[in-house]
């Protein structure tokens, strides 16, 4: 999707060629009943009559009315213009709007609005209007392809914002992608071939291992959960240099776990398809990596996907199986569905080898995170406080919020064994915790958190479909971390884009709208 800002006034953007319009309308704002433009006549009159009023959730639609260019125009009151009004507002216009064809909508604020309110608007639009298409025969494509925002003030801030909406969408859609595909479409092979085609960019590498390079590494963690799978397991290194290659990178690791069936310790059947979304964690390491490649922001990010199936077989690793990880401890599996730490445990030692200045993983890893968070809030445990601190305030800015769990050692008791270093599970009982207290042990040479997105990464029942979380807070966290450390000159990026942490062909792009 394609996002255009323009500074106009309301009655100027009744005149912009668009299919509809959406208008977001704060409640303290008082229609103009003098107005020469018909919306805000309309307004007044319905209020009037005491038809409309203006509260969060009010929606006023008109079709075809003279001075108006767009055949359809919706009102929504976004009450106090808080992002989460804005969403909620947003998601009711376009479901007014979206039985017709509409290519091009308009998308004007009246009033004062923040950048994160315009990146709500922006994201919950995309969110709405977006359907999986891939494996129909018939699909019914999406025709919203451009969407004209306008507001009746022009600040840097805003245009800006619209360009990181853009890049943004790309990189949640993308996430959403790869996570709704069905596990025979969505391989480890089939997520290396995709990390290549993002990582094509001058700034960009990317490097896929297989099993016998992985062998050599001596992931035997990894390599106990890919033993029963047919498919051949994949690990994947992708760069983003947008700094100089003295600035320590942050690394990302997404669990690419492309099917997990539990392996000898099986799931039950119900519902068990959905995890064919558990490489959601690999998915949104793929969509920050595509938004990275259109903002061009002054940092380096490695991104690192240990992929595979967990399957049952004969040569499946079995309950009781003692493996030794890349760090050299060795692991009691006691339960083969605990999987997910078996491969971030290795990915994590292999990160090491960066010199981070943080790591970051992203995984789908426990049934208990879903119990205490639900989907509102992804699960963030870590042992480092200013880099909690920093994923909070992501969250908090970008509306894909976190809530910050303990990691208190004494959480570590059950994962004690009589057979090797440590067991992969303990008891039932803060199971996000314990399992978060597994990760730990491999983390001791660099500042390092965890979220866990098990409950958010997706959603259940008829809506079913993956949400393209945690994109929007990794995204917002790497572009603060852009701006927060010292531009590279040798990259030859323009004043404005330093100051604003981001370079290249977005900020060209604007620039010359401008
Ligand atoms: N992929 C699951 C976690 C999961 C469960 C994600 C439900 C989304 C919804 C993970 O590999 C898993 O199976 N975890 C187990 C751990 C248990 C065996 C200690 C779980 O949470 O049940
Ligand atoms: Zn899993
Ligand atoms: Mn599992």
């Given at each position: 999707m394609n996002f255009e800002f323009q500074k106009l006034s309301l009655s100027h953007s009744m005149t912009a060629s668009v299919d509809a319009l959406v208008v977001l309308w704060p409640s303290q704002v008082q229609p103009d009943t003098q107005a020469v433009e018909p919306v805000s006549r309309l307004v007044a009159q319905a209020i009037a009559h005491g038809d409309f009023e203006l509260k969060a959730g009010a929606l006023l639609s008109f079709y075809s009315q003279p001075g108006m260019a767009a055949r359809h125009v919706v009102v929504a009151c976004t009450a106090d213009n808080q992002p989460g009004q804005i969403r909620s507002a947003m998601q009711a216009a376009w479901n007014a709007l979206k039985a017709g064809k509409i290519k091009r909508l308009g998308l004007h604020v009246v009033g004062e609005v923040s950048v994160q309110g315009l990146q709500m608007a922006l994201s919950s639009l995309a969110d709405s209007s977006y359907s999986y298409t891939t494996t129909l025969s018939k699909p019914k494509a999406r025709t919203l392809k451009q969407v004209l925002v306008s507001a009746t003030h022009d600040r840097a801030e805003l245009r800006q914002a619209v360009v990181q909406a853009q890049a943004l969408v790309a990189g949640v859609e993308l996430a959403k992608e790869w996570a709704n595909r069905p596990a025979n479409h969505a391989t480890p092979t089939h997520l290396a071939e995709t990390a290549k085609s993002i990582a094509s960019g001058r700034a960009f590498k990317c490097e896929v291992l297989g099993p016998k390079e992985v062998a050599k590494l001596g992931m035997g963690a990894f390599m106990a959960v890919a033993q029963g799978a047919a498919e051949p397991l994949r690990f994947i290194v992708m760069r983003y240099n947008g700094a100089a290659a003295s600035q320590a990178p942050v690394v990302?690791?997404?669990?690419?776990?492309?099917?997990?069936?539990?392996?000898?310790?099986?799931?039950?059947?119900?519902?068990?398809?959905?995890?064919?979304?558990?490489?959601?964690?690999?998915?949104?390491?793929?969509?920050?990596?595509?938004?990275?490649?259109?903002?061009?922001?002054?940092?380096?990010?490695?991104?690192?996907?240990?992929?595979?199936?967990?399957?049952?077989?004969?040569?499946?690793?079995?309950?009781?199986?003692?493996?030794?990880?890349?760090?050299?401890?060795?692991?009691?599996?006691?339960?083969?569905?605990?999987?997910?730490?078996?491969?971030?445990?290795?990915?994590?030692?292999?990160?090491?080898?960066?010199?981070?200045?943080?790591?970051?993983?992203i995984a789908t890893l426990t049934g208990a995170c879903v119990i205490a968070l639900g989907a509102v809030r992804t699960g963030l445990f870590s042992s480092d406080d200013a880099l909690a601190l920093q994923l909070q305030r992501a969250g908090e800015a970008s509306g894909d919020t976190c809530w910050r769990m303990p990691l208190d050692d004494d959480y570590a008791e059950g994962l004690k064994s009589r057979f090797a270093d440590v067991a992969n599970v303990a008891g039932r009982a803060a199971g996000s915790v314990t399992a978060a207290k597994f990760l730990q042990r491999f983390t001791k040479s660099f500042a390092w958190a965890h979220l866990d997105i098990a409950g958010t990464a997706w959603r259940s029942g008829a809506a079913k479909g993956a949400t393209g979380r945690p994109v929007g807070l990794l995204l917002q966290y790497l572009l603060t971390a852009a701006q927060a450390t010292p531009a590279d000159k040798s990259l030859g990026k323009s004043k404005a884009a330093v100051k604003s942490g981001v370079k290249g062909k977005a900020k060209a792009r604007t620039a010359g709208k401008a």
């Open positions: 990302l690791v997404g669990k690419g776990i492309t099917f997990d069936t539990g392996g000898i310790s099986m799931k039950p059947a119900a519902e068990m398809d959905e995890m064919k979304y558990d490489m959601g964690g690999a998915a949104s390491v793929l969509g920050v990596f595509k938004a990275l490649g259109e903002l061009k922001p002054s940092i380096n990010v490695v991104g690192l996907i240990p992929a595979t199936e967990n399957m049952p077989d004969g040569l499946a690793v079995k309950p009781g199986d003692v493996v030794t990880s890349m760090s050299g401890q060795t692991i009691e599996i006691l339960n083969t569905d605990a999987e997910v730490r078996l491969v971030l445990c290795d990915a994590l030692t292999y990160a090491e080898r960066f010199k981070p200045q943080a790591v970051i993983d």
